[in-house]
């Protein structure tokens, strides 16, 4: 089970940090991914970790993807700009060994999403 959290209303040029708690025993064994949907368009990926070696990937530079030290990704956001205005989820691909990455087919548990609105 995941929960995202961490969303609001941010200033553009901004920043925020968003963050998942993941109830899963050991996050090791599995991958976490962040997406995010745009008001009227399709989901996208923007971010991964994979949890065998820790390799992350993101999709631009403005983005950053991190783990704490529990069961806590976090997915912090700079420089927002009006455009970055979306629903961010995370979800889990259970699949241990496969290196992460942006295929939302192989993310099978998904949390409820954190609406982030960047406007001045």
């Known amino acids: 089970q995941l929960q995202a959290y961490g969303g609001g209303l941010v200033q553009p040029g901004g920043s925020l940090r968003l963050s998942c708690a993941v109830s899963?025993?050991?996050?090791?064994?599995?991958?976490i991914g962040w997406f995010r949907q745009l008001p009227g368009k399709e989901r996208e990926w923007i971010s991964c970790?994979?949890?065998?070696t820790g390799r992350t990937f993101v999709v631009e530079g403005r983005f950053a993807i991190s783990r704490d030290n529990g069961n806590t990704i976090h997915l912090q956001l700079s420089d927002l700009r009006p455009d970055d205005t979306a629903v961010y989820y995370c979800?889990?691909?259970?699949?241990?060994?496969?290196?992460?990455?942006?295929?939302?087919?192989?993310?099978?548990?998904w949390g409820q999403g954190t609406l982030v609105t960047v406007s001045s």
């Open positions: 970790m994979t949890g065998r």
């Open positions: 979800a889990a691909d259970s699949l241990w060994g496969r290196q992460c990455g942006s295929e939302e087919a192989h993310y099978t548990d």
């Open positions: 899963v025993p050991n996050l090791d064994y599995f991958n």
